[in-house]
């Protein structure tokens, strides 16, 4: 569906070069570039959990920089892009703001949409939290907040991106906390939805620093089946959404919390792959994401909601401009209007992470 003029700013992408910067799939791009094994029988060949996770693992073989995010986002009207971390392995007790210096120096702007602001990557655990935060801020004067890599999953075969469970409430991470609201920075929490609780009790510990709740809490399994036992039969997937309804209503009590429309059409989420090049039928994507977009905007408000493409990460299951289509037309769908969608797809983005995009 048409957004009416809206000029969209894109709130959760990724930009990558496996071959020439340290990511933790960087041998295994290096590995199929030198034998260039099809992309299918690599796939077979890898973990179960990071098939799942990943759906296809063809964007991760590859660059994926401002070009390649253009040609995706084709004649949608995206203005801006907000880059999250992803994956950088760099050594070092600072490195991963080598990471926030190559996003800053990449050719967005021009053809491209421009680069409205970079989430970094930094654990508020580590002894050297402070000292990172501001190596982050003095590579780039868009750093706007960091993501820190804390979701588990209680089923083994669920990618976690966290050694144990457990991780936002620590007391070396509670100790660090507070570190970003010195700096005016926000923290981007991506957990899987069973940890919701934990989110809610750190947003209330710290309510003067702004988070921002990603992905909507990744309900693994919502769809269907993943990992060994998640999402195995309809029973057990109406039991997820309704925990994942209540926790999300108690943490939207918390006024520090926003959230994001973003990352509804994961893979991991159990969305059926569809055959590549191809995307999933927007009213198949309507049908399935509806019931979150409709409860994140019963207890959020769309004035605390943004929505994000999640690129390349959502792209075997959609197109970004689906994916415009399917979360716009849920929200319609849901009586929202011309003043919600500006809101999530635009002015809340703006108002969070301090973009001086143009006006719409």
Known sequence: MSLSGIRIIDAHI??????????????????????????????????RRDREFTGDPTAFSRPYLPADYRADAGAEPIDAVVHVEVAWTGKGELAAADETAWVAGLPFGGDNPELGAILGCADPAAPDFAALLD?????????????????????????????????????????????????????????????????TA????????????????????LFGPVGKHTGINPGVRRALFLRWRDDLSALAEQPNVVAKVSGLMM?????????????????????????????????????RLIWGSNFPVDKPITTIADSIDAVASAVTGHGGGQPELEHIFRNTARRVYRIDAPAA
């Open 135 to 199: 190596a982050h801020l003095a590579a780039a004067p868009l750093v706007r907040g960091i993501r820190a890599h804390v979701a588990h999953h209680p089923d083994p075969d669920v990618r976690p991106y966290a050694p144990q469970a457990g991780a936002l409430t620590t007391k070396e991470f509670l100790n660090g906390f507070g570190e970003l609201a010195a700096r005016g920075l926000s923290f981007e929490a991506w957990v899987y939805s069973h940890a919701l609780p934990d989110v």
């Open 267 to 303: 893979p991991i989420l159990g969305h059926p792959v569809p055959p590549r090049g191809t995307s999933t039928p927007v009213p198949v994507l309507v049908d399935r994401i509806h019931p979150l977009i409709e409860h994140a905007l019963d207890t959020f408000g769309a004035d």
């Open 202 to 221: 750190l947003a209330s510990r710290f309510p003067e620093v702004p988070i921002v709740l990603n992905h909507l809490a990744t309900p693994a399994g």
């Open 14 to 47: 990724h930009q990558w070069d496996p071959f020439t910067t340290p990511r933790v799939f960087s041998t295994t791009a290096r590995l199929l570039r030198l034998l260039p094994l099809p992309i299918d029988l690599a796939k077979r060949l890898a973990p």
